[in-house]
Protein backbone atom coordinates (compact mmCIF):
# COMPACT_ATOMS: atom_id res chain seq x y z
CA UNK A 1 0.00 0.00 0.00
CA UNK A 2 2.83 2.35 0.77
CA UNK A 3 3.37 5.79 2.33
CA UNK A 4 -0.54 7.96 3.24
CA UNK A 5 -0.01 11.16 4.58
CA UNK A 6 -1.56 12.32 7.66
CA UNK A 7 -0.93 15.48 9.90
CA UNK A 8 -1.21 14.76 13.38
CA UNK A 9 -2.48 17.67 16.77
CA UNK A 10 0.35 20.43 16.71
CA UNK A 11 0.65 20.23 20.42
CA UNK A 12 3.55 18.00 21.12
CA UNK A 13 3.12 15.56 24.30
CA UNK A 14 6.31 14.10 26.00
CA UNK A 15 5.82 10.82 27.54
CA UNK A 16 7.38 7.49 28.18
CA UNK A 17 8.68 5.35 25.14
CA UNK A 18 6.14 2.66 24.17
CA UNK A 19 3.24 4.95 25.65
CA UNK A 20 0.11 5.27 23.10
CA UNK A 21 -1.29 8.19 24.70
CA UNK A 22 -0.43 10.60 22.37
CA UNK A 23 2.01 11.63 19.62
CA UNK A 24 5.48 10.25 19.56
CA UNK A 25 7.65 9.33 22.89
CA UNK A 26 10.24 12.32 23.13
CA UNK A 27 12.86 12.48 20.99
CA UNK A 28 11.42 9.44 18.23
CA UNK A 29 11.61 9.92 14.96
CA UNK A 30 9.31 7.21 14.03
CA UNK A 31 6.86 5.33 15.75
CA UNK A 32 7.43 1.17 15.05
CA UNK A 33 4.01 -0.47 15.01
CA UNK A 34 4.32 -4.87 15.01
CA UNK A 35 2.21 -7.77 15.57
CA UNK A 36 3.34 -8.44 19.55
CA UNK A 37 1.75 -12.01 19.26
CA UNK A 38 4.05 -12.77 16.66
CA UNK A 39 7.54 -14.21 16.96
CA UNK A 40 8.75 -13.50 13.84
CA UNK A 41 7.84 -9.64 14.43
CA UNK A 42 9.60 -9.54 18.22
CA UNK A 43 12.91 -10.91 16.22
CA UNK A 44 12.90 -8.13 13.94
CA UNK A 45 11.83 -5.74 17.06
CA UNK A 46 14.93 -6.75 19.43
CA UNK A 47 17.25 -6.58 16.00
CA UNK A 48 15.49 -2.91 15.38
CA UNK A 49 16.08 -2.01 19.68
CA UNK A 50 19.61 -3.18 19.37
CA UNK A 51 20.57 -1.22 15.78
CA UNK A 52 18.87 1.80 16.78
CA UNK A 53 21.93 3.40 19.28
CA UNK A 54 20.65 6.72 18.07
CA UNK A 55 17.50 6.48 19.50
CA UNK A 56 14.85 7.62 16.56
CA UNK A 57 12.17 4.66 17.14
CA UNK A 58 9.45 3.84 19.30
CA UNK A 59 8.14 0.37 19.26
CA UNK A 60 4.30 -0.60 20.09
CA UNK A 61 2.84 -3.45 20.15
CA UNK A 62 0.10 -3.80 17.52
CA UNK A 63 -2.07 -5.07 20.92
CA UNK A 64 -1.28 -1.96 23.26
CA UNK A 65 -4.31 -0.23 25.03
CA UNK A 66 -5.04 3.23 23.01
CA UNK A 67 -3.08 2.65 19.37
CA UNK A 68 -6.79 2.66 17.55
CA UNK A 69 -7.20 6.20 19.29
CA UNK A 70 -3.12 7.67 18.31
CA UNK A 71 -3.60 6.01 15.00
CA UNK A 72 -7.17 6.42 13.53
CA UNK A 73 -6.39 6.17 10.36
CA UNK A 74 -4.85 2.60 9.86
CA UNK A 75 -7.00 -0.10 9.87
CA UNK A 76 -6.57 -2.74 12.98
CA UNK A 77 -6.75 -4.97 10.39
CA UNK A 78 -3.21 -3.56 8.82
CA UNK A 79 -1.22 -4.42 12.00
CA UNK A 80 -2.18 -7.99 11.26
CA UNK A 81 -0.67 -8.16 7.64
CA UNK A 82 2.25 -5.96 7.75
CA UNK A 83 4.64 -3.54 9.85
CA UNK A 84 3.74 0.13 10.26
CA UNK A 85 6.17 2.63 10.75
CA UNK A 86 4.37 6.60 11.23
CA UNK A 87 6.57 9.51 10.99
CA UNK A 88 6.30 11.81 14.00
CA UNK A 89 7.01 15.30 12.04
CA UNK A 90 3.79 14.52 9.92
CA UNK A 91 2.69 11.37 10.83
CA UNK A 92 3.97 9.80 7.04
CA UNK A 93 2.54 6.20 7.12
CA UNK A 94 4.53 3.18 5.80
CA UNK A 95 3.50 -0.46 5.66
CA UNK A 96 5.44 -3.71 4.43
CA UNK A 97 8.14 -3.43 2.53
CA UNK A 98 8.01 0.22 2.47
CA UNK A 99 8.47 0.20 6.40
CA UNK A 100 11.53 -1.57 6.32
CA UNK A 101 13.24 0.64 3.57
CA UNK A 102 12.17 3.18 6.07
CA UNK A 103 13.59 1.52 9.02
CA UNK A 104 16.68 0.50 7.18
CA UNK A 105 17.19 4.29 6.19
CA UNK A 106 16.77 5.94 9.81
CA UNK A 107 19.59 3.16 11.26
CA UNK A 108 23.43 4.15 11.62
CA UNK A 109 24.94 3.53 8.24
CA UNK A 110 21.64 2.02 6.94
CA UNK A 111 21.80 4.34 3.64
CA UNK A 112 24.62 2.28 2.65
CA UNK A 113 21.90 -0.44 1.97
CA UNK A 114 18.95 1.47 1.45
CA UNK A 115 20.30 2.78 -1.74
CA UNK A 116 18.97 -1.08 -3.36
CA UNK A 117 15.31 0.34 -3.17
CA UNK A 118 16.36 3.37 -5.64
CA UNK A 119 17.05 0.51 -8.26
CA UNK A 120 14.65 -0.20 -11.16
CA UNK A 121 11.79 -2.72 -9.48
CA UNK A 122 13.20 -2.85 -6.27
CA UNK A 123 10.57 -2.04 -4.75
CA UNK A 124 7.35 -3.95 -6.29
CA UNK A 125 10.15 -7.04 -6.00
CA UNK A 126 10.75 -6.20 -2.03
CA UNK A 127 6.71 -5.64 -1.75
CA UNK A 128 6.26 -8.74 -3.27
CA UNK A 129 8.47 -10.33 -1.09
CA UNK A 130 7.17 -9.17 2.18
CA UNK A 131 3.74 -10.16 1.53
CA UNK A 132 4.75 -13.71 0.44
CA UNK A 133 6.42 -13.90 4.29
CA UNK A 134 4.05 -11.99 5.55
CA UNK A 135 1.12 -15.00 4.16
CA UNK A 136 3.52 -17.25 4.96
CA UNK A 137 5.24 -16.50 8.65
CA UNK A 138 2.82 -18.78 10.72
CA UNK A 139 5.10 -21.59 8.35
CA UNK A 140 8.31 -19.56 9.09
CA UNK A 141 8.27 -19.63 12.86
CA UNK A 142 5.89 -17.52 13.92
CA UNK A 143 4.29 -19.42 16.61
CA UNK A 144 0.75 -20.44 17.54
CA UNK A 145 -0.42 -17.16 17.42
CA UNK A 146 -0.31 -16.67 13.60
CA UNK A 147 -1.29 -20.44 13.09
CA UNK A 148 -4.19 -19.34 14.52
CA UNK A 149 -5.22 -16.75 11.70
CA UNK A 150 -6.22 -17.75 7.92
CA UNK A 151 -3.01 -17.66 5.73
CA UNK A 152 -5.14 -14.80 3.73
CA UNK A 153 -4.13 -11.41 4.70
CA UNK A 154 -4.41 -9.80 1.69
Not at 82 to 91: E, L
Amino acid sequence: MGARDHSLPDSAAAFAPGSVSGRCALGCTYVVVYDGGCNVCRKLVTTLERWDRNHELEIIASDAPGLAERFPWIPARAYNESIQVVRCADGLTSQGAAAIEVLIDAMPKGRLVSWIFSLPFARPIAENGYRWFARNRYHLGCGEHCRLRSPDTE
